[in-house]
Nanobody, 116 residues
Framework: EVLLVESGGGLVQPGGSLRLSCAAS????????MNWLRQAPGKGLEWVSG????????YYADSVKGRFTISRDDAKTTVYLQLDSLKTEDTAKYYC?????????RGPGTQVTVSS
């Protein structure tokens, strides 16, 4: 059974930081690329960032480039997303997925709210 469990979200002021984690199990994490997507209230899923298997290559949406950093720890089968210089428009529920378009086994997500 594939499990993707996100954590680390919360309420933060504009300009603040958060570190999201996603614990993965039930598939061969080491050979899987991983992604983070987000969904803001009333909007569709938006791809945010991706990382290749092994972590050599990382990819970012223009809206977060230079502010977010994706990483992975294959020993812990965990993928991370460091969110810095947060903006109100980053408010959304964040999901980790195996595919850029989403995941049939998508987890519950973790809520990030950026507000003063």
């Amino acid at each position: 059974e594939v499990l993707l469990v996100e954590s680390g979200g919360g309420l933060v002021q504009p300009g603040g930081s958060l570190r999201l984690s996603c614990a993965a199990s039930g598939f061969n994490f080491g050979i899987s690329s991983m992604n983070w997507l987000r969904q803001a209230p009333g909007k569709g899923l938006e791809w945010v960032s991706g990382i290749s298997s092994g972590g050599d290559n990382t990819y970012y949406a223009d809206s977060v480039k230079g502010r977010f950093t994706i990483s992975r720890d294959d020993a812990k089968t965990t993928v991370y997303l460091q969110l810095d210089s947060l903006k109100t428009e980053d408010t959304a529920k964040y999901y980790c997925t195996r595919y850029r378009w989403g995941d049939p086994d998508r987890g519950p997500g973790t809520q990030v709210t950026v507000s003063s």
